[in-house]
């Protein structure tokens, strides 16, 4: 009873801290106040039992944080789902397709299989000394396999490794980035994690002491930033990107920004940049990305510099270049400029996000405050092995000459080019529709159309106490079966409406998502047309 009065009252806390109003003069829109969220968790407990613990006593933090990707929309959307499968046909459609977050293999994708290979053999060890693995799985994956378990303390993928990771992957993740920007990298600089976010949360809690502590972020940006600067308890201090120029980053907006926060007192201590972007999918030409280099140097500001979608470019004039290689090229040493470039096994053409792998490489830093990081780092023991593996195998894929290279190369560019041809649909299909428009991704795996709503649509989300592109997802969803994230659980310009849709679902799959899409957007705007 006590679980079940618990997960109602989850339920309801979020649906009530989730339900939120318009707010012109912010780019997010604000929660509920917290007294209601209190009010239903009270509501939930009073047939059971007083806890310990209520909204009212936890950290605010945590209530100021909001995480709208796996918000209110997706966790009807779960609600739906079960329906669909206790009473088929209660719905106008016979299964949920997620478009809310960018996890291809839950959509289908199929892993790569060299990583795979060498995956399996680590994990089950004994199957090296076996005559008949040599028929089931690669040479190169093998080799790979003996290679990595020399390099593991015990052979064991079950034991902790160092707290920055095992030091023979950390070497070979720096001989991955120099091979991918021309320049140096140290082992020494590479903290391995729990996918990008865990470094993400590591280097907000050491930048932020109070709330007088801002951090530069886009606007839209991926919530996990604007989620980890609350619960730490700093400021975040947005800069808008322009959609009229395809989410272009203007340096004197970043200018702007800055001034005002000092203004009130903030002291800004880093500028994130999200390359390619995400929300939006654009991808920084590299003058562009000099600009932002200049701006951190003389500003004094650490570069937050995520970089998880490097491998996710669709269009032929535009090339990923990490800001660690433009800064190098410019001549700017460790001296120089404060950087932290974050990289995942979740995005890419890999798409491993339950595997949990990733890095973070830190330069710039001084040798105390290096301590410091290596510090908060050990508190968690070391991130699993499996990631550490995956993130080795990612930064150092097959090369020519390995028998596996062909294989991979087919699966990586067959990955690559269907999302391409995927981005290209869905972006023709929302600027058919009426009051629609959105422009090219160019990398990534999302688009971020623009929703200009009939003024009785707006006025029917007041109503209901919603902003109104969270009005739209849910009739959306719930016509459809299609889930979206609103965007202003991104943040965007006052007085305009987003959604983000992942270009994920397989391909066989985007013509039907596409003729229900305008099929239900046809109604609605037919529906609330003014």
């Given at each position: 009873?006590?679980?079940?009065?618990?997960?109602?009252?989850k339920k309801l806390v979020s649906g009530a801290l989730l339900s939120s109003r318009s707010c012109p003069s912010s780019p997010f829109c604000s929660s509920s106040p917290?007294?209601?969220?209190?009010?239903?968790?009270?509501?939930?407990?009073?047939?059971?039992?007083?806890?310990?613990?209520?909204?009212?006593?936890?950290?605010?933090?945590?209530?100021?944080?909001?995480?709208?990707?796996?918000?209110?929309?997706?966790?009807?959307?779960?609600?739906?789902?079960?329906?669909?499968?206790?009473?088929?046909?209660?719905?106008?459609?016979?299964?949920?397709?997620?478009?809310?977050?960018?996890?291809?293999?839950?959509?289908?994708?199929?892993?790569?299989?060299?990583?795979?290979?060498?995956?399996?053999?680590?994990?089950?060890?004994?199957?090296?000394?076996?005559?008949?693995?040599?028929?089931?799985?690669?040479?190169?994956?093998?080799?790979?396999?003996?290679?990595?378990?020399?390099?593991?303390?015990?052979?064991?993928?079950?034991?902790?490794?160092?707290?920055?990771?095992?030091?023979g992957l950390r070497d070979a993740i720096a001989e991955g980035i120099a091979v991918r920007d021309g320049f140096p990298a140290n082992a020494d600089d590479i903290f391995?994690?729990?996918?990008?976010?865990?470094?993400?949360?590591?280097?907000?809690?050491?930048?932020?002491?109070?709330?007088?502590?801002?951090?530069?972020?886009?606007?839209?940006?991926?919530?996990?930033?604007?989620?980890?600067?609350?619960?730490?308890?700093?400021?975040l201090v947005p800069y808008y990107l322009d959609e009229a120029t395809g989410w272009g980053l203007e340096t004197a907006e970043l200018k702007k920004q800055l001034e005002?926060?000092?203004?009130?007192?903030?002291?800004?201590?880093?500028?994130?940049?999200?390359?390619?972007?995400?929300?939006?999918?654009?991808?920084?030409?590299?003058?562009?990305?000099?600009?932002?280099?200049?701006?951190?140097?003389?500003?004094?500001?650490?570069?937050?510099?995520?970089?998880?979608?490097?491998?996710?470019?669709?269009?032929?004039?535009?090339?990923?270049?990490?800001?660690?290689?433009?800064?190098?090229?410019?001549?700017?040493?460790?001296?120089?400029?404060?950087?932290?470039?974050?990289?995942?096994?979740?995005?890419?053409?890999?798409?491993?996000?339950?595997?949990?792998?990733?890095?973070?490489?830190?330069?710039?830093?001084?040798?105390?405050?290096?301590?410091?990081?290596?510090?908060?780092?050990?508190?968690?023991?070391?991130?699993?092995?499996?990631?550490?593996?995956?993130?080795?195998?990612?930064?150092?894929?097959?090369?020519?000459?390995?028998?596996?290279?062909?294989?991979?190369?087919?699966?990586?560019?067959?990955?690559?080019?269907?999302?391409?041809?995927?981005?290209?649909?869905?972006?023709?299909?929302?600027?058919?529709?009426?009051?629609?428009?959105?422009?090219?991704?160019?990398?990534?795996?999302?688009?971020?159309?623009?929703?200009?709503?009939?003024?009785?649509?707006?006025?029917?989300?007041?109503?209901?106490?919603?902003?109104?592109?969270?009005?739209?997802?849910?009739?959306?969803?719930?016509?459809?079966?299609?889930?979206?994230?609103?965007?202003?659980?991104?943040?965007?310009?006052?007085?305009?409406?987003?959604?983000?849709?992942?270009?994920?679902?397989?391909?066989?799959?985007?013509?039907?998502?596409?003729?229900?899409?305008?099929?239900?957007?046809?109604?609605?705007?037919?529906?609330?047309?003014?």
């Open positions: 009873m006590r679980r079940f009065a618990a997960e109602k009252a917290a007294t209601a969220a209190a009010a239903a968790a009270t509501a939930a407990m009073a047939p059971t039992t007083s806890f310990p613990v209520s909204v009212e006593s936890i950290n605010p933090k945590v209530l100021k944080c909001e995480y709208a990707v796996r918000g209110e929309i997706v966790a009807h959307a779960q609600r739906l789902q079960q329906e669909l499968q206790t009473k088929p046909g209660s719905h106008p459609f016979d299964e949920i397709l997620y478009c809310n977050i960018g996890n291809p293999q839950s959509l289908g994708q199929l892993p790569v299989t060299f990583f795979r290979e060498v995956l399996s053999l680590c994990d089950h060890p004994s199957l090296l000394d076996k005559s008949e693995t040599h028929a089931l799985f690669s040479s190169d994956a093998i080799a790979r396999a003996w290679q990595i378990m020399d390099m593991i303390p015990g052979r064991a993928t079950g034991a902790y490794s160092h707290s920055q990771g095992v030091k391995l994690t729990d996918g990008a976010s865990p470094a993400v949360h590591m280097m907000m809690q050491l930048l932020i002491s109070c709330e007088k502590d801002g951090i530069l972020c886009p606007i839209p940006q991926y919530p996990l930033y604007s989620a980890s600067i609350a619960l730490h308890g700093g400021s005002e926060a000092r203004s009130r007192g903030i002291t800004v201590r880093a500028l994130v940049v999200i390359n390619p972007g995400n929300p939006t999918g654009q991808v920084l030409a590299e003058e562009n990305q000099r600009e932002v280099v200049e701006f951190c140097k003389k500003e004094g500001l650490v570069l937050l510099a995520d970089e998880v979608y490097q491998e996710n470019i669709y269009v032929d004039n535009k090339k990923f270049s990490s800001f660690k290689k433009i800064a190098r090229s410019m001549g700017y040493g460790d001296e120089d400029l404060s950087l932290v470039s974050f990289q995942s096994v979740s995005k890419g053409y890999y798409g491993e996000c339950g595997k949990r792998g990733g890095y973070m490489e830190i330069t710039g830093f001084s040798p105390d405050v290096r301590d410091q990081i290596y510090k908060v780092a050990s508190v968690n023991l070391c991130s699993n092995i499996s990631g550490q593996i995956l993130a080795s195998l990612v930064m150092n894929p097959p090369k020519v000459g390995d028998e596996s290279y062909e294989s991979y190369m087919a699966e990586r560019d067959g990955i690559l080019s269907s999302l391409a041809r995927r981005a290209k649909a869905l972006e023709d299909a929302f600027n058919s529709l009426e009051g629609v428009t959105c422009n090219k991704a160019e990398g990534a795996m999302y688009l971020f159309p623009c929703l200009c709503l009939p003024q009785k649509a707006i006025e029917a989300a007041k109503a209901v106490n919603t902003p109104p592109d969270a009005f739209y997802a849910r009739r959306l969803l719930e016509a459809t079966g299609i889930v979206v994230v609103p965007g202003s659980g991104f943040g965007q310009v006052p007085g305009t409406w987003h959604f983000r849709c992942t270009i994920l679902p397989q391909e066989d799959k985007i013509p039907a998502i596409i003729s229900r899409l305008k099929a239900f957007h046809e109604a609605f705007m037919e529906e609330f047309r003014d």
